[in-house]
């Protein structure tokens, strides 16, 4: 076989080429390229191979025939030459007539060709070059079990030749799929069972973040058994041998021949291939993506960056978990009933008449929306409560008559503030309309109406905007106005302009007429707004608001602390001298204009379940009787039934209004180690995980004299060093001072301090570990 494949080579200078290419690309895969992703030089690779496949199909038929010669059988009775082979080594034009060295005539090998048609001759030549390939990497690998399948492969080819068959691979190693579920069903299962809370932009990010881990393991060159110390044991390591032979036959090879039926790698492998490489998968990819981050655009950076390590990370943990639901091959999502739909299911079973049973719908409500929030699941599990309980306690707490503990007294009589203009809505009195101008489409004369008037409204109420440029953003097709209407005129709007691409609206123009200000229009017209946007799937908003402004935004939820990355927003938002910037983020599985409603129902829920909770408890504790005997003071857990209500000793505070840490260490550590596990595990924790390297930072040493991480931290609160909660805030602030005097402030580093600092604070006050 030697012999002919290099006969052929010498007969064909276009087989040279595509041989010498292949086999540059088979040398550099399985030489240069094991361990890393190679998606561009395999794509390069693979067109060049196909570019040579084109060159060999596009010949004439009788120099198709000539090439096909080298591997046809000779057709002559008793003769078991298998291909042509040339008697005189000289190069010279090839004939029909040329003999081979089993003394009959290229003719006679080719004989039975000619009546077959084009298609099955280019069908053959595929497979041939494929045999060149095949040959070529067998000769240039040197692992000696690798050599042995690409044999294997080698005499299929050229067996299927000489019969006219499509090649099959059968024999031990089974056929694809070879587990289940597979590696690409078992990361969808992660998603659904870690992120299913998440709202529909970082449910995308997430989705994004698998394809690409996906794409990275479908496009991987996993190394030899021989050469790459995976496993520890013989068992492991056979398994391991078993997994790189099928992948190598139905993953690899084929990508550089396709006679053999391709397969991607996560579709047909499962757990057993996903434990053995994962680890090693995992650092390459991190490597190469630190290795290109200078050249990578600022969004992918991030999400590479700062998204995916710890996406891998939770995918870490549940591969190796010995019972984690991803490897259930009847897994389902777990499933989620949100209390707005538990509370309309039981306004309809109570209610007396039809209208109070159907909900009325504004332009601003659509089916769709409730579609969507069915499908969110919780970020946390509790106990739920049956559906006849809820409805059995909103029947009570409707009932005119009810009262129960302090209400009895204090009645809440306070409406909500936007009580009134829903009652309007919902009446026909005012209606909102989003409004704006278009060049491409026509515009009613009733919307440009409108929009004049709330050109007056703005331009009254906003005496220190010029008029021409409230003019220039209201009629400017790029923005869009949400107009309350009243007797067909407007009273008030806010102009908006969306930005899609980057995930945000800009609130340019609030403003209510003055004989309808405090009236709860402002707070209905901004939900009404969040409900659109949400629908839209926009989910934060920017504005920069002046110093008689910012009181009415912060009431809306709007902050001052920027949550968004300034890359998204810098350059598209309009600046304001003299005005502060305020960020607000939307929450997907909230119906604005019904918000108020459902956390008073809720609330008069929980009273509802606190007071029948209080009427089953009936044990009553003697009084103490310690201070007659004398005793000045004591234990407040020495209390009978103190523990019962759920009290535990953590902090108190002294009479200068300090904290004071408990006298327990182990207490403290515990909740200490919550703290940190949190923080650990927060997607801006990656930089402060490990101690600085200082092969890749030399200079960090000389700036930064007493450096801090949080592995360092951990092996602290192992050996209980932390005897107070100053001391480890002191040592978690360290880590955050050293970052930023270390890295400017434009840094992605710097960054994760800020938000990871901010993080860290929150977890300690809700422990009550943080001063007030």
């Known amino acids: 076989m030697s012999e002919q494949t290099q006969q052929y080579v010498q007969e064909s200078p276009e087989a040279t080429s595509v041989s010498n290419s292949e086999g540059s690309k088979v040398t550099q895969v399985n030489q240069s390229q094991h361990h890393k992703p190679n998606s561009q030089s395999r794509q390069s690779n693979l067109q060049r191979i196909h570019e040579k496949k084109q060159l060999v199909l596009n010949l004439p038929p009788v120099k198709k025939l000539i090439k096909l010669a080298v591997h046809s059988k000779c057709q002559e009775e008793n003769c078991d030459c298998s291909g042509w082979k040339r008697v005189d080594s000289t190069p010279q034009v090839v004939s029909f007539t040329d003999p081979c060295k089993c003394e009959h005539s290229l003719e006679s090998h080719i004989s039975h060709l000619r009546t077959k048609n084009e298609n099955d001759i280019n069908k053959l030549l595929g497979m041939m070059v494929d045999v060149e390939n095949v040959y070529t990497a067998m000769s240039q690998e040197e692992d000696t079990d690798i050599k042995k399948i690409y044999g294997y492969l080698f005499r299929l080819l050229r067996k299927c030749i000489l019969s006219f068959e499509t090649p099959v691979i059968e024999g031990p190693l089974g056929q694809p799929p070879f587990e289940k579920p597979s590696i690409n069903k078992a990361v969808n299962n992660l998603l659904m069972y870690k992120f299913p809370h998440l709202t529909q932009q970082e449910w995308k990010t997430m989705c994004e973040l698998a394809k690409i881990f996906l794409h990275c393991m479908n496009n991987w060159d996993f190394p030899p058994p021989n050469s790459y110390k995976l496993v520890v044991s013989q068992e492991e390591a056979t398994i391991y041998k078993i997994a790189h032979t099928r992948w190598l036959v139905f993953c690899h090879v084929p990508l550089f021949c396709d006679s053999f039926r391709h397969y991607d790698t996560a579709m047909i492998f499962g757990k057993t291939l996903f434990r053995a490489v994962f680890k090693h998968v995992k650092k390459q990819i991190l490597d190469q993506f630190h290795e290109e981050r200078d050249w990578m655009p600022v969004e992918r950076r991030v999400m590479l960056l700062t998204h995916f390590p710890p996406f891998l990370n939770l995918l870490d943990e549940e591969i190796y978990s010995s019972n984690s639901p991803i490897w259930d091959p009847d897994f389902k999502p777990p499933p989620c009933i949100p209390l707005q739909s538990l509370l309309d299911s039981s306004k309809a079973k109570t209610s007396a008449g039809p209208s109070s049973a159907t909900k009325t719908r504004t332009e601003f409500e659509t089916p769709s929306r409730e579609v969507k929030r069915r499908r969110v699941v919780q970020d946390e599990h509790f106990e739920d409560l049956s559906k006849e ?98 007797h067909n005129k407007p009273i008030g709007g806010i102009c908006f302009r969306p930005f899609p691409t980057q995930g945000f609206t800009e609130i340019v123009f609030l403003a209510m007429t003055s004989s309808e200000q405090v009236k709860g229009y402002g707070t209905h017209l901004m939900n009404h707004l969040k409900d659109y946007h949400i629908r839209k799937n926009i989910l934060h908003f920017l504005t920069f608001a002046d110093q008689f402004a910012i009181e009415y935004f912060e009431k809306q939820g709007f902050s001052k602390d920027i949550k968004m990355a300034r890359a998204m927003y810098q350059g598209y938002i309009k600046d304001y001298e003299g005005a502060t910037l305020m960020h607000c983020e939307l929450n997907p599985r909230i119906i604005y204009t019904e918000f108020t409603s459902v956390i008073r129902k809720q609330k008069e829920i929980v009273k509802q379940l606190i007071y029948q909770q209080q009427r089953t408890l009936s044990k009553v504790h003697p009084g103490l009787t310690f201070f007659k005997e004398g005793v000045t003071s004591l234990p407040i857990e020495s209390i009978p039934g103190i523990q019962e209500t759920g009290w535990r000793p953590t902090l108190r505070t002294t009479r200068g209004g300090q904290l004071e840490e408990s006298q327990d260490i182990d207490v403290l550590a515990g909740m200490l180690k919550t703290v940190l596990i949190s923080v650990k595990n927060h997607e801006d924790s990656w930089p402060f995980r490990e101690p600085v390297d200082k092969n890749d930072v030399p200079d960090y040493y000389d700036h930064i004299k007493y450096p801090m991480d949080l592995k360092k931290m951990g092996e602290r609160l192992k050996a209980r060093y932390y005897s107070t909660r100053r001391l480890f805030i002191a040592d978690m602030m360290r880590i955050f001072t050293n970052c930023k005097i270390y890295n400017s402030p434009e840094t992605e580093y710097y960054q994760c301090a800020i938000n990871l600092q901010q993080y860290f604070q929150t977890k300690m006050k809700e422990l009550g570990l943080w001063d007030k």
């Open 389 to 486: 309980t809820v409805a059995e306690i909103i029947a009570t707490i409707d009932d005119p008559k009810y009262m129960t503990g302090p209400d009895m007294v204090f009645s809440e009589n306070t409406p909500p503030r936007d009580k009134e203009p829903k009652q309007e809505e919902k009446q026909g009195i005012i209606e909102l309309h989003v409004v704006g101008n278009s060049l491409t489409e026509p515009v009613s004369k009733q919307t440009m109406l409108w929009l004049i008037g709330l050109q007056n409204v703005f331009s009254l109420q906003l005496p220190r905007m010029p008029k021409e440029y409230i003019s220039q953003l209201l009629f400017d097709p790029k923005h869009r106005t949400l107009a309350l209407i009243r």
